[in-house]
């Protein structure tokens, strides 16, 4: 059987007080070795050089009601006892210092004495398996005219969250609630995709630090920055507004004094002092979308606002203060942009501790459908009208929406539109079949509008993404798109192959047709049997 162990601070309040009548009032530290069903084997008594004399009248007394107690005496001198950083490193100091042996012993740690700053310390220790024990919460008699020997009762309290079912169970819901309203309440089935909201939710409550949103335009990213302010204000982390700006709006001398404003007479047309964007997110998320689109003189001012929340306003003699967490968008390779000297080497290292890559429609078919249902909402919202698929519709456009045909050029607004069209056109609110039949034609023609003629954009966007297919050149992009379609339209590489290098296979440059096609599509990162058949 295990030797019972309990921690106290001593009382210098309750423990003490006139000493010819201690026997008539509820001592903690006493009453902790009076507990009939609770027999203590050792005390660590920890006080300070001030209460030596009280230590002592104590230990005597509990060798008195329970002489086969141990009391071990542990000085520890708090200059201020409410300051927090003090008492937690001294507590936390003894309890490394001390010899836990939990195989032999069981802990109790008395949460009852001492101030709410000791308290506190103690749940932390002991909840961070510091301490491994038990919290001890001791109660007076609730009469002490009948209760003569002033015992009171205990409750032990175990912090091992997993005996806790109901506990830990509100605890995953609350995580659940909060990816949830990060997605807008929309049930997505994309696993990529809601992992990476699981971590994005993780990022936002315990970081204030950039975070970067990429991918392709129309994936949801100034929709999510919100929910991410929505989020962090519901939790009362932050205070401010939600300010919101495209970079790529931005342009010449107004750029300087629409982020970090402007003094009167800064420059003609300065008729009034302007306090810019990053003043008006104090306390709050300032969004930069198309954040690539920033010349490089805004860039450095952003970088300095960031790290060190002070910048210049035009014309102004005085720096200006803001404190925000950031959030930046862009569709664009940042990396290659600093490559290339578009975009600084060092805002990009401070943004891109935190990034989150939204993908494309396209990557998370499986999304459209809870998608589209909450398109409709979004729809009986706006409108007032409740609208709703036939049976053979609704399979119909959810076969054609998640086949290889549909491109979602523009991603979730070529989705909000295609719904907000069909609501419209539905008679007598349910969408048919020929409304689906219609708005497919629409859809078709729309994203041949978009692409090329031969569709060369299409069909390498499928395989590279819309963002790696805008940096090819013209003439790449035009010899890759002839090739794929050879290779859709053959079963093998050697059979692709040879009719794309029918003519030096004659003069017999290379015979080894498969090996100079797979050669090419690793310049673009493709293997042949990633160019899937239509």
């Not at 937690?88 to 042996?101: E, P």
């Not at 404190?323 to 930046?328: E, K, P, S, T, V």
Request: charge should be neutral.
């Amino acid at each position: 059987m295990k030797r019972r162990v309990a921690i106290s601070i001593l009382g210098t309040t309750l423990d003490a007080g006139k000493w010819d009548n201690r026997w008539s009032r509820w001592r903690p530290t006493v009453a902790l070795c009076q507990q009939p069903s609770l027999f203590v084997d050792r005390l660590e008594l920890i006080h300070d050089d001030h209460a030596q004399s009280l230590s002592h009248r104590i230990t005597s007394d509990i060798g008195t009601v329970s002489p086969a107690t141990e009391v071990r005496s542990n000085i520890i001198n708090f200059r201020d006892p409410w300051d927090f950083s003090e008492v937690y490193t001294n507590l936390r100091d003894f309890a490394r210092s001390y010899s836990f042996d939990p195989d032999t012993e069981d802990y109790l740690v008395n949460i009852t004495t001492g101030t709410h700053v000791a308290q506190i310390c103690w749940f932390l220790l002991t909840e961070a398996r510091i301490i491994p024990g038990r919290l001890l919460q001791l109660s007076p008699p609730r009469d002490r005219e009948v209760e003569q020997d002033f015992v009171g009762t205990y409750r032990i309290i175990d912090l091992d969250l997993s005996r806790y079912d109901e506990i830990a169970k509100r605890f995953a819901s609350e995580r659940e609630d909060a990816a949830s309203f990060l997605k807008s309440g929309i049930s997505t089935r994309n696993f990529a995709f809601n992992k990476m909201i699981g971590e994005i939710e993780r990022v936002v409550i315990r970081s204030a630090a950039p975070v970067l949103l990429t991918g392709p335009t129309g994936a949801g990213k100034s929709q999510l920055a919100r929910r991410i302010y929505e989020l962090k204000k519901n939790q009362r982390k932050i205070s401010g507004p939600f300010v919101e700006v495209n970079c790529a709006t931005l342009r010449g001398d107004q750029a300087m004094s629409a982020l970090f404003g402007h003094v009167k007479g800064a420059f003609t047309g300065a008729a009034g002092e302007r306090a810019g964007l990053l003043k008006s997110a104090d306390k709050g998320v300032l969004f930069l979308d198309e954040i690539g689109e920033l010349g490089l003189d805004e860039q450095a001012m952003c970088l300095r606002a960031i790290e060190e929340k002070r910048f210049l306003p035009v014309g102004a003699d005085r720096e200006a203060s803001a404190d925000f967490q950031l959030l930046a968008g862009t569709n664009r390779d940042l990396g290659e942009d600093v490559r290339k000297g578009r975009f600084r080497e060092d805002l990009y290292a401070r943004l891109n501790l935190w990034t989150f890559r939204l993908p494309a429609l396209r990557e998370r078919r499986e999304d459209i459908e809870p998608n589209l249902d909450f398109e409709l909402r979004r729809y009986l919202e706006r409108e007032g009208e409740n609208i709703t698929f036939n049976k053979e519709a609704r399979e119909r456009y959810l076969t054609f929406a998640t086949g290889p045909q549909a491109v979602w050029s523009a991603n979730f607004r070529d989705l909000s539109a295609s719904v907000t069209r069909m609501a419209t056109l539905a008679p007598h609110g349910r969408i048919t079949t020929e409304v689906v039949d219609d708005e497919v034609l629409r859809l078709n023609a729309f994203w041949r509008r978009a692409t090329d003629d031969d569709g060369t954009g299409t069909i390498i966007e499928d395989l590279l993404g819309a963002e790696a297919a805008a940096r090819l050149d013209r003439f790449d992009a035009v010899q890759l798109a002839t090739v794929l379609r050879t290779c859709r339209e053959h079963a093998t590489a050697s059979s692709a192959g040879r009719a794309l290098f029918a003519i030096s296979r004659q003069e017999k440059k290379s015979s080894n047709d498969a090996d100079r096609l797979t050669k090419y599509l690793a310049r673009f990162g493709i293997r042949f049997e990633d160019v899937k058949q239509p």
